[in-house]
């Protein structure tokens, strides 16, 4: 059985990461983040991967990294992470494939 996904209102990440909540919504107006779910009063919910990510985006601006630069690099990222997604998805149908026959 699956565990329910850990989910954590925006002032709990803005104090766990050490940012304002004003600057998690400015990520999110600049699309560098969106967090994937919210509550029925429309509350901003992040799971751990919305979370990571934002912790990417903090660790690049440490760096002296442009926000600009950290879309870049995040749109790359997640254009890597979709095709590896497909290649792996279409390497699974192929094999499924396969065994049907040998099975038939």
Do not use: C
């Amino acid at each position: 059985m699956q565990e329910p996904e850990e989910l954590s209102r925006i002032g709990g990440v803005a104090e766990r990461l050490g940012v304002s909540t004003r600057t998690i919504k400015y990520y999110e107006e600049l699309g560098l983040v969106s967090p994937k779910n919210r509550s029925p009063g429309g509350f901003r919910l992040y799971n751990a991967p919305d979370v990571e990510r934002l912790q990417r985006i903090l660790r690049l601006k440490g760096m002296g990294f442009s926000l600009a630069a950290v879309r870049e690099f995040l749109s790359v990222r997640d254009a890597a992470r979709e095709a590896t997604r497909e290649r792996v998805l279409a390497e699974t149908a192929e094999h499924l494939r396969e065994r049907e026959r040998e099975v038939a």
